[in-house]
């Protein structure tokens, strides 16, 4: 059956959606995670904020979102974006049935060559053995990811201060430790995460850093000018935690959130990488998965 490649629209992101989270429930199912419960499809609530991402990436990137189509739909599907000289790729998913019949790397190349003027890349992988050989085969340095969840011993939590709700008048701070972290600031997307997520900023004489808290309130995203500050902040969003909490996406140049984790009593896992090209780790650091 004939596939074409054609650049996403608005009206296929639905469609994107559906064919992410088959793609992303079967790896759930077919590679489990030993510490959650039983694999399953995304809420109601998680799949309205997917849908108002990947719109956010298609309005801003249109040239870095992609879809695979067949006569019985849309099949496979890739978001990428850039942000001043670094390329990151959002979603990349093909459907069950349909991998493994040459849809997966003519959908990433398309991707690719959205960001082929940029000097950095940035990725996170699940763990899907099939994923990581093709990133890897692409040029993108392979960082293990760690996870820390639980519950968080409330009696470990210090007094947090200096820290404070945040704001789009803080963008242009965040911008700046974005590129002093990363080597580039998140711009839009700053947008998009005020609209939908919760910010915490601290902004003293001896440091700065901002972190997110996603719409199931765990964090986000997190950036500091030093580990003292990213320590505070990582403290005041697990303060904020109501139940099982989670801090996804950490590697290893940032030992400093495992020690916050273990003095809360969390438990680490690993699962997934951070793939790179043309840098290193990110630190202090912890990237969001979607938008990096």
Not at 14 to 42: C, I, K
Not at 111 to 139: E, N
Not at 239 to 253: L, S, Y
């Amino acid at each position: 059956m004939q596939c074409v490649i054609r650049p996403m629209t608005l009206d296929d992101v639905p469609g994107a959606e559906r064919v992410s989270d088959e793609g992303f429930y079967e790896l759930d199912t077919r590679v489990p995670r030993p510490w959650e419960t039983a694999p399953a499809r995304r809420s109601e609530a998680h799949r309205a904020v997917w849908i108002e991402r990947t719109r956010h990436v298609v309005e801003t990137d249109p040239g870095g979102c992609w879809v695979a189509e067949d006569d019985t739909g849309l099949v496979g599907m890739v978001t990428s974006l850039r942000r001043e000289t670094l390329w990151c790729l959002a979603t990349y998913a093909v459907l069950p049935g349909r991998q493994g019949q040459g849809i997966g790397k003519p959908l990433l190349a398309a991707a690719l060559d959205h960001g082929r003027a940029c000097t950095r890349g940035m990725l996170s992988s699940s763990a899907d053995p099939k994923a990581v050989r093709i990133y890897r085969q692409a040029g993108f340095d392979l960082h293990p990811q760690m996870y820390l969840t639980g519950t968080v011993d409330r009696s470990a939590i210090p007094v947090v201060e200096k820290v404070r709700e945040g704001s789009a008048g803080d963008v242009d701070l965040m911008d700046s430790l974005d590129r002093v972290t990363r080597g580039a600031g998140h711009g839009p997307d700053h947008a998009l995460m005020l609209r939908t997520w919760r910010l915490l900023v601290t902004d003293t004489s001896t440091g700065s850093g901002y972190a997110y808290l996603d719409e199931r309130g765990r964090l986000g995203l997190l950036a500091a000018s030093n580990r003292r500050t990213a320590v505070r902040l990582l403290w005041a969003t697990l303060a904020e935690a109501t139940g099982e909490a989670t801090v996804p996406h950490v590697t290893g140049a940032n030992q400093w959130v495992l020690d916050v984790g273990f003095a809360a009593r969390l438990d680490l896992h690993q699962e997934g990488y951070l793939g790179l090209r043309g840098m290193k780790p990110p630190a202090p650091y912890v990237h969001n998965g979607a938008l990096l």
